[in-house]
Structures are given as C-alpha cells and as structure tokens.
T-cell receptor, first 115, second 114 residues
Framework: AQSVAQPEDQVNVAEGNPLTVKCTYS??????LFWYVQYPNRGLQFLLK??????LVKGSYGFEAEFNKSQTSFHLKKPSALVSDSALYFC?????????????FGTGTRLTVIP | ETGVTQTPRHLVMGMTNKKSLKCEQH?????MYWYKQSAKKPLELMFV???????ENNSVPSRFSPECPNSSHLFLHLHTLQPEDSALYLC?????????????FGPGTRLTVL
C-alpha cells in the first residue's frame, strides 16, 4: 500500500531562518512525490514534484525538496523563510496501482513563520 | 488558481436536502477529480473522471453521486447526507489521469451538514 507520513502537525520557524517540513513515504514501486501548499480558504497549489533524475528538486516560491531513497524521505526545504510562507503543506505520493493518477496525501503540516 | 473554479464556496444543508457541487476547469485538461478534505485526516480521493468516463470510485457512499457531462465540468450530487460528511470538497484537474501530470485544485466548497 502506498502512503505518506508527515510526522509534524505544526512547524514554527523565525523569519529568515531555514525551514524544513518532513515527509516520509511508502510505495511498492518507483515513487512519484509531490508537495502542495494550501493557504487559508484556498485550494491546494502545486509546489514541486519528483519523478526521476536529480534528487534535489527545485519548485515554486524558492522551495526545494530532496529525495532520499535510502531513508524513503522527501523533505521540503527553504533557505530563508518568509512570513508569507505560513500555510498548510501537504506531501503526496503516487504509483501506478489502479492505473489512474491516484495521489495519496499526508495529513498536512501547518507552517507558521514568526516575524 | 482561476483555472479551476468551484461553486458554491460554502453550503449548509440538512440531512434530507438534495444539493449539487459544481466544478469547472478552464485548462483544457482531460481528467477531473473529487477529493474530500476533513480536519486532521489525509485528503481522500473520491472519484476520477477521464474524458467524461469514471475511472476510479474509491468506495464512496452512494449518497454522493458524481456527474461529468463534458471534460470541462464535474458535478457532485448530494442527497441524504450525514453530519460526518461535513468537510471541504476539492475539485482538481490534470492533463491526463494515467501519468504523473500535476493536478490543479479549485478553492473548494465548504460543506456543513446539519
């Protein structure tokens, strides 16, 4: 079965400091991994995805994520946090089981950037 | 974000009511999805449509009935819902359903069942 785990419900970081939002995955085949962000009263917005190739993936708004196969992790990072980064972040994984583009999401991590 | 729109944004209904949620995508995509987002739970994929054909139905109760009249529109018809069905219902679309295309989400409909 495929799944992702986001071990932290809440992450607080001071503005200007580096941030990390953690995600680990479990999938039977090659993982396709995604990060989405949800701002208040808004739908999910795509940040980045890992399909194949370089383990470090760069995405929108200065975010990046590192795929680590040995640790089955795909942590989201940003070198310098902004207050506007405060939002709910979702990690998702997909494989081809069932055929259709089934994304399995984590429970989300709420990031608060403190001014 | 205006690529996928959802109406209404908020809906309050009684358990005996019948209502419908509407989703429209302006991206020229071929696949559309319904998700349920409840507090403290992962997003749950409910239905997947590809070119108006339903390709996934993840054990969703029959009180939820999807309809996809064309590749740009997706409906979720609701009847005799339960209070535990209160949640944010998100629509998404992607170019195709069978690969790693990015899914683009609408803003959601906040449903409250009394």
């Amino acid at each position: 079965a495929q799944s992702v785990a986001q071990p932290e419900d809440q992450v607080n970081v001071a503005e200007g400091n580096p941030l990390t939002v953690k995600c680990t995955y479990s999938v039977s085949g090659n993982p396709y991994l995604f990060w989405y962000v949800q701002y208040p009263n808004r739908g999910l917005q795509f940040l980045l995805k890992y399909i194949t190739g370089d383990n470090l993936v760069k995405g929108s708004y200065g975010f990046e994520a590192e795929f680590n196969k040995s640790q089955t992790s795909f942590h989201l990072k940003k070198p310098s946090a902004l207050v506007s980064d405060s939002a709910l972040y979702f990690c998702a994984v997909r494989d081809r089981i069932g055929g259709a583009n089934n994304l399995f999401f984590g429970t989300g991590t709420r990031l608060t950037v403190i001014p | 974000e205006t690529g996928v729109t959802q109406t209404p944004r908020h809906l309050v209904m009684g358990m005996t009511n019948k209502k419908s949620l509407k989703c429209e995508q302006h991206l020229g995509h071929n696949a559309m999805y319904w998700y349920k987002q409840s507090a403290k739970k992962p997003l749950e994929l409910m239905f997947v449509y590809s070119l108006e054909e339903r390709v996934e139905n993840n054990s969703v109760p029959s009180r939820f009935s999807p309809e996809c009249p064309n590749s740009s529109h997706l409906f979720l018809h609701l009847h005799t819902l339960q209070p535990e069905d209160s949640a944010l219902y998100l629509c998404a679309s992607s170019q195709e359903p069978y690969n790693t295309d990015t899914q683009y989400f609408g803003p959601g409909t906040r449903l409250t069942v009394l």
